[in-house]
């Protein structure tokens, strides 16, 4: 190999390895950008203040109530689409728009004439708008205790 061709192969490995880090500099930007755009995205978000109640001793038969007050903290409007929970509870939430700052509540009846045992019981909060940053449903969890005594 004489100096020349081992000069050429040097400069065009050289200049392959400067087109392909600047080709990588470039995708790592643009994803550095769509990131930023995710996370700058307006969402709502729920604070509570409280999401967990704890009703104590219930007897069978006996109903109970709790609101779990919340606030949107988030900076686009919250609206609830759906709130779950088992048979034994019922719920009442608002149903129109929660601006950015504003409040709301959820409204809650235990029913423990079907229960046969103490219990943790789940309640799903669904939100009508999807997460930025992976595009699924909002969703919030809230729970209440009973101690079930006859």
């Keep these: ?66 609101v779990y007050s919340f606030t949107n903290v988030g900076d686009a409007d919250l609206v609830i689409d759906l709130v779950s929970a088992c048979d034994c509870t019922t719920t009442d939430y608002p149903i129109r728009t929660i601006a950015p700052g504003e409040k709301g509540e959820i409204k809650v009846v235990f029913d423990s004439t079907e229960k046969e045992e103490s219990e943790t019981i789940d309640i799903d909060i669904y939100l009508q708008q999807r997460d930025p940053k992976t595009g699924a449903p909002i969703m919030e969890i809230l729970q209440y205790h009973f101690d079930l005594v006859e």
């Design 1 to 66: 190999m004489t100096l020349k061709t081992i000069f050429k192969t040097a400069f065009l490995t050289c200049f392959c390895l400067f087109l392909l880090l600047g080709q990588a500099s470039a995708q790592n930007q643009t994803v550095k950008k769509a990131v930023i755009e995710e996370a700058a995205a307006p969402a709502p978000k729920m604070k509570f203040d409280k999401r967990f109640v704890e009703f104590g001793e219930v007897k069978k038969g006996e109903k109970r109530e709790t």
